[in-house]
């Protein structure tokens, strides 16, 4: 005997329809549609970073798609790419407070907008020394910390802040002073460092040690602390200053084998040494409070 898949009615073998319900025997329950809420993306940044100790990053803009940069950060571009300098955010007061907040990280007060609207177009960024230059692809809410000067540009939807540094050693001594950058997703970000990068994954309660001044970046998860480097003598002594940054994980931290402030005392013949920050000058900082290479 068999019975109807739906209302149960007991039906003799080889029925093909439910006298009950009119069901057909055999054919698969049928399924409600339900209709999906549909999200846009823009298309994928077509990017490229070449070069070897002097790096520049590549852009290729399509239709609609739009970058903000540092003011001066731009090598080239092509006629097909519109640019535009502005001042961040709504109405005066938040474009004047944004301003403050972007002097305070070590940029200029204006961002760059660079966007092609009937064609694509190529756009070039490098940095101000020689160095590297990372890409961060962020997601939404997803926000990594940098050394003050280290944006170069990113995606609109990208957002620019500051971030303070939460313990007074790590102000004092740190070498990058209170402040640091804050970008945070959704979009592509792009930084810039001197020298080479180093990457480090660290796992949930390990530390790293690093010279001061050579942080260039890390994921908010990771916390920033600054300590003594060992005793007075191997401090005064040792050519490394009197401090170590400590980077506790977890998360990814990376790092620069040259700083601005090294490059300046060897260029400048000592003049770095004393207005560059903590890894050389130790108590020096103390002078400069907010970590200015100016």
């Known amino acids: 005997m068999a019975f109807c898949t739906n209302c149960g009615t007991q039906l003799a073998d080889g029925t093909v329809f439910c006298s009950n319900c009119g069901t057909q025997l055999g054919a698969a329950p049928a399924v409600m549609a339900t209709a999906t809420p549909e999200t846009y993306s823009g298309p994928p940044l077509d990017y490229k970073i070449e070069g070897d100790n002097l790096e520049v990053v590549r852009v290729k803009l399509k239709a609609g ?47 760059t907008h660079f966007s092609t609207q009937g064609s694509e177009g190529e756009v070039g960024f490098a940095g101000d020394f020689p160095g590297r230059i990372q890409a961060f692809d962020l997601a939404a809410g997803q926000s990594i910390l940098v050394q003050r000067d280290g944006f170069i540009m990113a995606e609109a939807g990208v957002k620019l802040d500051i971030a303070f540094t939460k313990k007074i050693g790590a102000g004092l001594f740190g070498g990058e002073g209170f402040i640091l950058q804050k970008l945070t997703g959704p979009g592509v970000a792009f930084i810039h460092g001197g020298g080479d990068f180093v990457e480090f994954e660290l796992a949930a309660g390990e530390t790293l040690q690093v010279d001061t001044g050579c942080v260039v970046a890390f994921d908010e998860s990771v916390t920033y602390d600054v300590q003594m ?12 200053g009197l ?49 200015s290479d100016d």
């Open 229 to 240: 480097a060992g005793g007075i003598a191997t401090s005064i002594f040792g050519g490394e």
């Open 65 to 111: 798609q739009e970058l903000i940069a540092e003011a001066g950060k731009m090598v080239y571009k092509t006629p097909s790419v519109e640019w535009e300098t502005k001042m961040t955010g709504e109405g005066i007061g938040a474009k004047l407070f944004g301003a403050l907040k972007r002097k305070l990280t070590g940029e200029s007060l204006f961002l």
């Open 243 to 291: 401090f170590l940054a400590t980077l506790n994980g977890p998360g990814r931290a990376i790092i620069q084998t040259m700083t601005l402030s090294k490059l300046r005392r060897e260029l400048g013949g000592g003049l770095g040494a004393k207005q560059g920050g903590g890894e050389a000058s130790g108590l020096g900082t103390l002078t400069n409070f907010f970590g």
